[in-house]
C-alpha cells in the first residue's frame, strides 16, 4: 500500500502492546516509533470519547505528536457491550467467555472496531475500521491475540487467528482503521500543499 508522505510524519505511536505494534507496522509497511507508557483510561463505552482521553494524556506526557489506538468489541446480544471496556472482559472471562455469553444469549453477531487518533496539539486526526463477525467456541487457531481465536469475520469459515496476518491485515478492523488513518494523513498533507 502507497501511504505517502503522510505516513513519514514524526509522531510516535503509543502502545505497550506488541502485537498491536507488530499489526500497525505490517499495514503501515515500515517500522514506527513506539512509546510504552502507560496511559490512563475512562471508563466509558463511548470509544471516541476513550480515545480522545488517552491522546490528550499521551500528548500531555511526551509533548510531541501522538497516535494512540483504541479497539472495541461490540456485542449484538448486549447492545454493542463491552465495546472499549473488552480489555476487561477479557481479563476476567477470556475470549471463551466472551464468546459464550454470546452464544448462550442466542445472538453471537458482533462488531470488531478500532479507532486511531493523531493528536498534536490542536490538530487532531480521527479514523475508524469496522468488521462485523459471530462469535464461535471451540476457539480455533494459532494466529493472532486477544479474541482473534473466537472472532470469525461475516463471509468466512475461518477465525481471524486462522486468516494468517496478511488477510487479517487486510479484512480486519485494524488494517481498516489504519488504511482510514494514512489516507486522512495524505489528504491533509496534499491540502496543505495546495495552498
Not at 490538530?123 to 475508524?128: H, I, L, S
Request: with cysteine; hydrophobic share 40%.
Amino acid at each position: 500500500m502507497s501511504s505517502g508522505d503522510a505516513s513519514r510524519r514524526p509522531w510516535v505511536l503509543v502502545t505497550g502492546n506488541a502485537n498491536k505494534r507488530r499489526e500497525a507496522e505490517r499495514i503501515v509497511g515500515r517500522r514506527l516509533e513506539t512509546a510504552a507508557i502507560d496511559l490512563p483510561e475512562i471508563q466509558s463505552g463511548d470509544l471516541i470519547e476513550v480515545l480522545r482521553h488517552k491522546a490528550e494524556a499521551a500528548w500531555q506526557r511526551l509533548e510531541r505528536p501522538v497516535v494512540v489506538e483504541e479497539t472495541g468489541l461490540e456485542l449484538a446480544c448486549m447492545n454493542g457491550f463491552p465495546g472499549p471496556l473488552v480489555k476487561w472482559m477479557l481479563e476476567a472471562v477470556g475470549d471463551e467467555g466472551i464468546a459464550k455469553v454470546a452464544i448462550r444469549a442466542g445472538d453471537p453477531g458482533v462488531v470488531a472496531r478500532c479507532a486511531l487518533m493523531l493528536k498534536a496539539g490542536d490538530r487532531e486526526v480521527v479514523a475508524e475500521g469496522a468488521t462485523a463477525g459471530r462469535l464461535v467456541l471451540p476457539p480455533r487457531g494459532d494466529g493472532g491475540f486477544g479474541w482473534d481465536p473466537v472472532f470469525e469475520p461475516d463471509g468466512l469459515e475461518r477465525t481471524y487467528a486462522e486468516l494468517g496476518e496478511q488477510v487479517k491485515d487486510r479484512i480486519g478492523h485494524r488494517g481498516r482503521a489504519w488504511r482510514a488513518f494514512l489516507r486522512a494523513l495524505d489528504g491533509l498533507e496534499k491540502a496543505g500543499q495546495e495552498r
